[in-house]
């Protein structure tokens, strides 16, 4: 069980994470600093994509709050 464990870790570590050695050999860099590149722009875009709900909630709530539905005139 162990070995077949150990094989499929093998196998990715030379097949998959082969991509970042790549192209840092193609840009002349480090793998390390390219695949620190790639964990903080995946950090970057989630960030990204959490900001602009709060905002869009933020702005919904406001919208709300200012244009609520009267029924009546006596109702100001």
Do not use: C, N, Q
């Given at each position: 069980?162990?070995?077949?464990?150990?094989?499929?870790r093998?196998?990715?570590?030379?097949?998959?994470f082969?991509?970042?050695?790549?192209?840092?050999?193609?840009?002349?860099?480090?793998?390390?600093?390219?695949r620190?590149?790639?964990?903080?722009?995946?950090?970057?875009?989630?960030?990204?994509?959490?900001?602009?709900?709060?905002?869009?909630?933020?702005?919904?709530?406001?919208?709300?709050?200012?244009?609520?539905?009267?029924?009546?005139?006596?109702?100001?």
């Amino acid at each position: 069980m162990r070995s077949i464990i150990y094989k499929i870790r093998y196998f990715f570590e030379r097949h998959g994470f082969y991509v970042s050695s790549r192209l840092a050999d193609k840009l002349g860099m480090r793998a390390k600093s390219v695949r620190l590149f790639f964990i903080y722009a995946s950090f970057f875009t989630v960030g990204i994509g959490f900001v602009f709900y709060l905002t869009l909630a933020f702005w919904l709530r406001l919208k709300d709050l200012v244009y609520t539905k009267r029924t009546s005139v006596f109702d100001l």
